[in-house]
């Protein structure tokens, strides 16, 4: 009979003492951090126009060097399975710049070049192999080589951006000949590239995909995107792909900023320029598809002209059969960074 009451009190006491002190922890938080993942991240509603809370943006530059590392986040196994990590990708840039029917450059064209270069040097990326204007028997070719290469297995994935003119069918090489992606990605998939199975592909294309212009609409345009895949023990022959457009299908792709920027040719193409500030400024603590949305949102909210009422707007679009998060890059605490 003692040992029964004595487990009552016991019992008593482990709920109710458990219990308080969970009460009390609770009030040492404020609720617009109580479900973030780290304290230091502040929630406040962002000012720039989408009324959207954005957790890294109103911290401090000089701060973010303190975030964690998405890593640290995945206390499972399998959630760790779920990410990874690009370091030493397979990097393909293709730029064209002089077309076989124009006289002078591309604008925006090398200085898309010199940023895609950057990005990929400060990710850390070695194998980078960088084409200007080819022909659209070239490109394919170059994709056949990925495929074929015996050595393309030792990449932990491939990494492929085109800077191009554009129809709605696809690219255009310089020789003013269409290249759909399909062709691209079709030499590269899980059944003609045996190296790549299993590992990320991502595509990014700048290029008209139309020729009607976007003038908007009222209110405030955003994007995002994200999925959670189930492993299972074979996997699918496009699984892994990411194809990244400046704009929807029929519609024109600008090629420099005109909003709040100097109309000049060096500063490249909207959908490129964009990309690469964003991904220099979180790649190391955010995967793709969370920055391809802060992309989207940017892009969105320029117009041409300066002038967000007649100005024509772009809007990226994104076709994604990741199974992972894929984060671009080496960690911030990767020793080797």
């Known amino acids: 009979m003692f040992f029964n009451w004595l487990k009552r009190v016991w019992l008593w006491l482990r709920h109710n003492v458990v219990y ?16 973030s993942d780290d304290d230091r991240v502040s929630r406040v509603p962002c000012h720039s126009g989408s009324g ?29 399975a779920d990410i990874l990590r690009l370091k030493n990708p397979y990097c393909v840039v293709i730029v064209n710049i002089f077309f076989d ?37 070239d490109t394919l070719e170059i994709m056949e080589n990925i495929s074929n290469s015996p050595e393309i297995g030792n990449h932990d994935g491939l990494v492929v951006f085109v800077s191009s003119h554009g129809k709605k069918e696809g690219f255009q090489a310089v020789d003013k000949k269409v290249v759909k992606v399909e062709e691209m990605t079709s030499r590269v998939n899980g059944k003609q590239c045996a190296g790549l199975r299993g590992k990320p592909k991502l595509f990014f294309i700048s290029a008209c995909r139309g020729n009607k212009p976007d003038p908007g609409v009222p209110g405030v345009i955003d ?4 999925r959670d895949e189930r492993q299972v023990p074979r996997i699918p022959t496009e699984a892994d792909f990411l194809v ?18 100097g109309t000049t040719p060096d500063t490249g193409t909207w959908m490129i320029s964009v990309l690469i500030q964003v991904f220099e400024e979180r790649r190391k603590y955010e995967d793709i598809m969370q920055m391809l949305a802060r992309v989207n949102s940017r892009v969105a909210n320029m117009a041409t002209s300066n002038n967000h009422e007649s100005g024509m707007k772009q809007m990226p679009v994104q076709m994604h059969m990741l199974r992972h998060r894929v984060f671009f890059g080496k960690s911030q605490n990767d020793k080797n960074n």
Request: net charge neutral; charged share 30%; hydrophobic share 30%.
């Open 20 to 35: 308080f002190f969970a009460r009390a922890s609770n009030f040492k938080h404020d609720h617009d951090s109580d479900n």
């Open 52 to 80: 959207l809370y954005d957790e890294i943006d109103h911290v401090p530059y000089s701060d973010r060097a303190n975030l964690r590392d998405p890593f640290q986040n995945a206390p499972r196994r399998r959630e760790r």
């Open 101 to 137: 029917d124009k006289i002078g450059a591309r604008n925006g064209a090398q200085a898309d070049l010199e940023n895609i270069k950057s990005l990929l040097q400060n990710a850390g990326f070695e194998s980078v192999h960088v084409y200007c204007d080819q022909r659209r028997n």
């Open 223 to 226: 994007a995002d995107s994200g």
């Open 244 to 261: 990244c457009y400046s704009t929807i299908k029929g519609f024109l792709s600008h090629r420099r900023f005109t909003l709040d920027v």
